[in-house]
């Protein structure tokens, strides 16, 4: 056993401890949040608060 | 399931807008520079040194035309999911559909490659200290699993780590090159092989180093994933694009000079981390541990920047209905695409343990092929049905339909370089995305609500 040996143990470790922290938290969120809200999002909400595809001379 | 804090939180979730140009610049290179620091050499291998420079000049003006033709669509587009969301727009949504897969399938395999490498680097380095057979598996999983969840926690603390590393392996090149100038290689550049041996393998040496020549510069495109994230998509989106490609341009030719002076092309043709090797030749120790760490920098940027990108272009896939409506969630408080970014965990993974290096390049460099073919005709048709003067465009590329022209002929002669090599890869890539466009005709496309595909504030298109 030496260095890297432990430096392997040490990955399988925090790659474990890293997936769970990942998987609980969205477990987490999926059954606190309504998935409704979860999934509003829509594409081009910026342009209907402030950037209109209007050019002033033409429309 | 309960609704406790819906009340709470605000009434539509959103991806967050944080990002500034240097985040743009930071996504784009970060994902590309690591082609400086492998993979291009192989287009020395495959037609010499000149092939070499001009595989990486032909594949640089071709990725010129992919970023003005792309800052100028995205500049206009600003929605996560990059060109798929500009073919759903412009094309319709079958192409939309075969873009998004090509996105996803391009990064998620290049993250794969690069989490590949990160293991191939460190058992080089447990080599060299004396320790052989280092298992790289919990090495290569720790890389994705870590970057993952880099990404999960938001956009901001990602990009800013890919920001500081990306400029450290950008910087690191700079170096090597300044110091052979200024004499700190023990080794003097030596250029005879342009002259005695110009094109060893002739004309045809230069078609089959196009293929490798696209690794300087394959992902650039991806600045347009973070459309959604950034405070000012008009603005930012372009200037971080074409300071990309600038950058790249740069850090490519000073790549092949420093390589192919340093290192017989023979040699540079096979070698496995070309840059690294070059630090060696010079035989000064701490151009060596820079050019190292620049390696690892530029992989882990890759990497990291491809989880970004494939996930922003699935979770537009299942908001649209393209893929499930599931994937379309934002974490409510890291304002990310969570479920898309833990979803494609495992298919990197898969990539990652179970399928060899050469062939998950191949598919990424098809993938992304693919989608710089669908960009020459989604331009035309841009500037077709909406001519300037009808819509509000943050950059407008010139030469209008050149680059488009010159991004269709190189990629058609990519096509044949890449067939020449890997001639079965292209056929399966072709078959796989014929069968995944008739399950989405003839299936998927029922789940998909017509009109809220397209939310965008946009004025109709000429001729409808």
Not at chain 1, 21 to 36: G, S
Request: glycine share 8%.
């Amino acid at each position: 056993m030496d260095i890297w040996n432990y430096l392997e143990y040490a990955a399988w470790a925090l790659s474990a401890v890293i997936a769970a922290i990942m998987i609980m938290d969205m477990i987490k969120i999926d059954t606190t949040y309504d998935n409704e809200l979860l999934t509003s999002s829509r594409e081009g909400e910026l342009e209907l608060t402030q950037e209109r595809h209007e050019l002033d001379d033409v429309l | 399931m309960s609704n406790v804090s819906a009340t709470a939180a605000p009434e539509r979730l959103g991806l967050l807008r944080v990002l500034g140009p240097a985040h743009v610049w930071a996504l784009g290179v970060g994902i590309v520079l690591v082609g400086e620091y492998m993979g291009w050499n192989f287009s020395v291998g495959k037609g010499g040194m000149i092939a070499g420079l001009v595989a990486c000049w032909v594949a640089g003006l071709l990725y010129t035309c992919v970023a003005m033709i792309d800052s100028e669509v995205t500049s206009t587009v600003a929605a996560a999911g990059g060109q798929y969301a500009q073919a759903k727009h412009i094309v319709g949504p079958l192409m939309a559909f075969n873009v998004g897969l090509f996105l996803v399938m391009a990064y998620t395999m290049l993250e794969a490659a690069n989490a590949i490498t990160i293991g191939f680097l460190l058992d080089t380095v447990a080599g060299m200290l004396g320790h052989s057979g280092l298992n790289q598996k919990p090495f290569i999983i720790l890389t994705i699993l870590a970057l993952a969840w880099l990404n999960y926690r938001g956009v901001l603390a990602s990009l800013s780590f890919n920001l500081v590393i990306t400029a450290f392996a950008f910087a690191a090149i700079i170096v090597l090159f300044l110091s052979v100038q200024f004499g700190a290689s023990a080794v003097p550049l030596d250029f005879s092989a342009v002259t005695n041996e110009p094109l060893p393998y002739g004309w045809l040496g230069i078609v089959a180093a196009l293929h490798f020549g696209l690794w300087y510069y394959l992902g650039i495109e991806g600045t347009c994933q973070a459309a959604e994230e950034v405070r000012s998509p008009a603005r930012s989106l372009p200037f971080g694009t074409m300071a990309g490609i600038m950058t790249l341009v740069i850090a490519a030719t000073l790549t092949w000079y420093v390589c192919s002076g340093l290192i017989p092309w023979e040699y540079l043709g096979s070698a496995g981390t070309p840059l690294f090797d070059a630090a060696r030749v010079t035989g000064n120790s701490g151009l060596m541990v820079l050019l190292f760490i620049g390696t690892v920098f530029a992989t882990t940027a890759s990497a990291n920047g491809c989880i970004n990108d494939a996930s922003r272009a699935w979770f537009s896939m299942g908001r649209d209905h393209y893929l499930p409506e599931w994937f379309g969630a934002v974490h409510p408080r890291f304002r990310t695409p969570y479920r898309s970014i833990v979803f494609l965990v495992p298919i990197a993974l898969i990539f990652a343990l179970g399928a060899p290096l050469d062939q998950v390049i191949t598919f990424s460099i098809l993938s992304g092929l693919l989608g710089y073919t669908f960009m020459t005709f989604n331009m035309v048709m841009f500037r077709k049905k909406w001519p300037l003067g009808t819509i509000k465009r943050g950059y407008v590329h010139p030469w209008h339909p050149l680059p488009a022209l010159i991004l269709l002929v190189l990629c058609a002669a990519t096509y044949f370089a890449v067939f020449l090599g890997y001639g079965t890869q292209l056929i399966a890539m072709l078959c796989f995305y014929i069968i995944a466009s008739l399950w989405f005709h003839f299936w998927r496309y029922r789940f998909v609500k017509r009109g809220d595909q397209f939310t965008m504030p946009w004025p109709r298109p000429q001729g409808y």
